[in-house]
């Protein structure tokens, strides 16, 4: 199939009816509106339904039902929305249902802003609501990889009965690039004998519930969950590794900054001769520990680079466990970093190196 | 030997945890008898709430889902959608359904959307045991107005029926009560057409039933039954408000 230019809005809207994605419910909120602007007009062509929710708390319930129901479901929203809907994600995620659910971020806390930010990194990968749960959550860097993480994320969450999360900002969503709708792997997923479709004696009649009042019985559930999460690290981690053969220093960036980081250290190597590379999480959640544990084994320091005030940089910690000195660099309620501060601070990085000192 | 009751296909043989006394019960039996008596065991699919009804889906033998307080309307139009031929029924207090789910019920309502909302109007939080809810009566005492609810202080109780009614979406509303067999028939019926509203696809349907709560009113049944005619029927007139 040719390459089309498509917003990334679009892209994601495109790539989720490409999927099999037949209903969407959604609320207004910039910068993410294309989405269901999009949804609106395409899902009926299709033979889909695309309903516009009095609220977002209302637009995630709606994809309980749906979710609960067995259909292919998605609900888009961006930070404050989000925060809204948590509530929603969190029994969702407790009564195993499938879905897909795009966060466009913009800058926080509070309204905040609508340009693009990083800051809802804890809320998308730590749980976000109420409870112990985890979502897949992807974090694509260009449009087409957007696309692509779209399709994966139905067929992952079809797969394990976890919702998974696309998490953007308001760069990815806006942004205009050419992107190709690729067929993710198709995975083999079981039939959903599980969804309320009507009790018909021939299966189990059908609950989509997440009340367990029995401690044994919700500390049983738990367990399950968590027993998931531990084979959807072992198999979705996904990340990209850019020039780290010889890295001394190991940038982590996701998303937008990545980009920006890519290009500060093409720099920083021909002007600066600095030795850096990219360990780029494309899931942030499964994050990939084990990746940069291993490049904590020969690099000598890490740079996250986040537009956060300071969120990614703690997983990066944990990873690198206290071998390497972990810095970080961060700019956030819409303001987007330049490659040269980025230089800047692997610059300062080599020359604490160098001294032998950790800064 | 004649048959002379039998308990609905629709109930399961869990038995119910509601309180001695309580309307739950015959509530329960009402929608699941029209259930079983239009043929639509199979197509049922019922949501629960947050509150005194939150296990009703160990006793409706349909598909069951339970919801987030307040939002059984936005998860029964997400089933509704994606399986239109199915009956979807919501069941919820009036803690649920007319305080923080009022937005969910309102806008069910005006999309017309092709559910069912089965409402208990009780005038308290039963569940957690007591407390004021939007529908309490002027001067009654609750656990969170213990000196009887003050209009000046937290205003009036709401008439869900009355203001849904004044939706175009909605295109059946009514109102029974279940203090006396007369009325209970009545509820009956109107259960039925609320469902036969839903399944003809002429939008929204709600059945409002007047309901004791004995224990948390610190009443008998027969003095909570008593209580419901002398207090509630005159705020809460029994009719049917909206009929497509």
């Known amino acids: 199939m040719a390459k089309i230019l498509l917003k990334g809005n679009e892209a994601i809207a495109e790539a989720a009816i490409k999927a099999g994605c037949r209903f969407f419910f959604g609320y207004p909120i910039t910068p993410q509106n294309q989405i269901p602007e999009y949804m609106s007009r395409r899902l009926p062509e299709v033979g889909g339904t695309f309903l516009q929710a009095e609220s977002e708390i209302s637009a995630i319930n709606m994809v309980y039902g749906a979710a609960g129901a067995g259909a292919r479901v998605m609900t888009s929203s961006s930070s404050p ?11 969702i995620a407790c009564a195993k249902l499938p879905c897909v659910i795009v966060n466009m971020v913009r800058s926080g806390p509070g309204l905040g802003g609508i340009l693009a930010a990083q800051s809802d990194y804890f809320q998308a990968v730590k749980g976000g609501g109420h409870g112990d749960y985890r979502l897949i959550v992807y974090a694509p860097n260009s449009v087409q990889e957007a696309a692509d993480c779209v399709m994966e994320a139905f067929e992952a969450s079809d797969c394990y009965r976890v919702p998974a999360m696309i998490l953007g900002d308001g760069m990815i969503g ?14 083999a997923l079981p039939e959903k004998t599980w969804a309320a479709t009507g009790y018909d004696g021939k299966k189990p009649r059908a609950v989509i519930n997440s009340l367990y009042i029995e401690a044994e019985q919700m500390n049983e559930v738990c367990n399950q969950l968590a027993a998931t999460y531990r084979q959807i690290e072992q198999n979705e981690t996904q990340y990209e590794k850019y020039m780290m053969d010889d890295a001394d220093i190991c940038v982590v960036a996701y998303g937008t ?7 500060a250290i093409n720099k920083a190597r021909a002007e600066f001769g600095i030795k850096a590379g990219i360990i ?13 544990a291993d490049a904590a084994q020969r690099c000598k320091a890490f740079l996250a680079a986040e537009m956060s005030m300071g969120q990614m940089v703690e997983d990066v910690r944990l990873s690198v466990n206290g071998k390497r000195p972990v810095h970080f660099i961060g700019t956030t309620g819409g303001v987007i970093p330049t490659p040269d501060m980025i230089i800047n601070k692997l610059c300062a990085i080599k020359e604490g190196i160098s001294h032998g000192g950790s800064v | 030997m004649a048959v002379v009751f039998k308990k609905s296909s629709m109930i399961t043989d869990v038995p119910f945890h509601y309180c001695p006394g309580c309307t739950h019960g015959i509530a329960h039996r009402l929608v699941a008898e029209c259930i079983e008596e239009m043929g639509l065991e199979k197509r049922a699919v019922g949501v629960c709430p947050v509150g005194c009804a939150v296990f009703a889906y160990k006793y409706f033998n349909c598909d069951m889902y339970e919801a987030a307080h307040g939002r059984a309307p936005a998860v029964a139009t997400g089933a509704k959608r994606v399986h239109p031929q199915n009956l979807v029924f919501t069941y919820q207090g009036d803690g649920d359904l007319a305080s923080i789910g009022m937005a969910e019920i309102v806008h069910a ?14 005038a308290i939080y039963g569940m957690t045991s007591g407390q004021m809810a939007p529908t309490t009566l002027i001067g009654q005492k609750t656990t969170t107005s213990p000196y009887g609810r003050d209009a000046e202080h937290c205003g009036y109780p709401i008439r869900v029926s009355e203001m ?27 259960v039925r057409q609320a469902f036969e509203t839903q399944m003809a696809g002429k939008g929204f349907s709600l059945v409002e039933f007047l309901s004791t709560c004995p224990t948390n009113w610190g009443k008998t049944p027969v003095e909570s039954m008593e209580w419901l005619k002398e207090h509630m029927l005159p705020y809460y007139p029994l009719g049917v408000y909206k009929e497509a």
């Open chain 1, 257 to 263: 900054t990545s980009r920006i980081a890519k290009n």
């Open chain 2, 164 to 190: 849904l009614s004044t939706l175009d979406g909605a295109a059946y509303i009514a109102r029974v009560s279940m203090h006396d067999i007369p009325n209970i028939n009545k509820a009956k019926k109107a």
């Open chain 1, 174 to 187: 806006q942004m205009m690039e050419p992107v190709e709708f690729r067929e993710p792997k198709k995975r």
């Open chain 1, 81 to 91: 929305g989000i925060s809204l809907k948590q509530e929603g994600i969190s029994y």
């Open chain 1, 280 to 292: 780029r999480p494309i899931t942030v959640w499964p994050f990939p520990t084990v990746v940069i």
């Open chain 2, 109 to 122: 309502a005006a999309r017309g959307e092709k559910i069912t909302a089965i409402f208990i109007n009780n």
